[in-house]
T-cell receptor, first 113, second 113 residues
Framework: ETGVTQTPRHLVMGMTNKKSLKCEQH?????MYWYKQSAKKPLELMFV???????ENNSVPSRFSPECPNSSHLFLHLHTLQPEDSALYLC????????????FGSGTQLSVL | DQQVKQNSPSLSVQEGRISILNCDYT??????FLWYKKYPAEGPTFLIS?????DKNEDGRFTVFLNKSAKHLSLHIVPSQPGDSAVYFC????????????FGRGTSLIVHP
């Protein structure tokens, strides 16, 4: 399989649950990203990893916890989320060389009840 | 404060006519610009890009124009096809700074048969 794969595609969770989103890229890229897309808002950058080290964290609440065990895998651990965290969470990867063309996964549509 | 603005949330065009999607930016450090296309239930896919050393880049039916003095770029689709119906995101990055793209809110294009 090629490209960027995200699982699950859909997730419904309660405010007290703990869940994880998974992303895997098969493109040999060095950088991976988590973005959040809420309705009628820009794509919001959450986290960036380059060569498995976190290089950017855009003031994201601590209830979102990223993990990048290697350059091909990225996780987003979720705990005690709020209903306003319901959104489409997109993973992306890039070569990490400057003129950044991002390759996105299909996203996880998250609903927090 | 939004650094990349797409002020038209939606655009409706007849098949065969030209579609023009607009994007404005405020950060003068931005020197690389990208357009992404997103279908429902899929992640954004890269469409076309332009560096600030150019004022036009063409790829088939898609042309991006850059006006640096006005901090404005536009995407032209000619002729428009029903399959072009999607959300189009404008993104900008600074190659000598943080190269991570900043996205606009997107414009939903509907091409009517």
């Amino acid at each position: 399989e090629t490209g960027v794969t995200q699982t699950p595609r859909h997730l419904v969770m309660g405010m007290t649950n703990k869940k994880s989103l998974k992303c895997e890229q098969h493109l040999g890229h060095n950088a991976m990203y988590w973005y959040k897309q809420s309705a009628k808002k820009p794509l919001e950058l959450m986290f960036v990893y380059s060569l498995e080290e976190r290089v950017e964290n855009n003031s994201v609440p601590s209830r979102f916890s990223p993990e990048c065990p290697n350059s091909s895998h990225l996780f987003l651990h979720l705990h005690t989320l709020q209903p306003e965290d319901s959104a489409l969470y997109l993973c992306a990867s890039s070569q990490g060389t400057g003129t950044e063309k991002l390759f996105f996964g299909s996203g996880t549509q998250l609903s927090v009840l | 404060d939004q650094q990349v603005k797409q002020n038209s949330p939606s655009l409706s065009v007849q098949e065969g006519r030209i579609s023009i999607l607009n994007c404005d930016y405020t950060n003068s450090m931005f020197d690389y610009f990208l357009w992404y296309k997103k279908y429902p239930a899929e992640g954004p896919t890269f469409l076309i890009s332009i560096s600030s050393i150019k004022d036009k880049n063409e790829d088939g039916r898609f042309t991006v124009f850059l006006n640096k003095s006005a901090k404005h770029l536009s995407l032209h689709i000619v002729p428009s096809q029903p399959g072009d119906s999607a959300v189009y995101f404008c993104a900008a990055s600074a190659q000598r700074g943080s190269y991570i793209p900043t996205f606009g809110r997107g414009t939903s294009l509907i091409v009517h048969p």
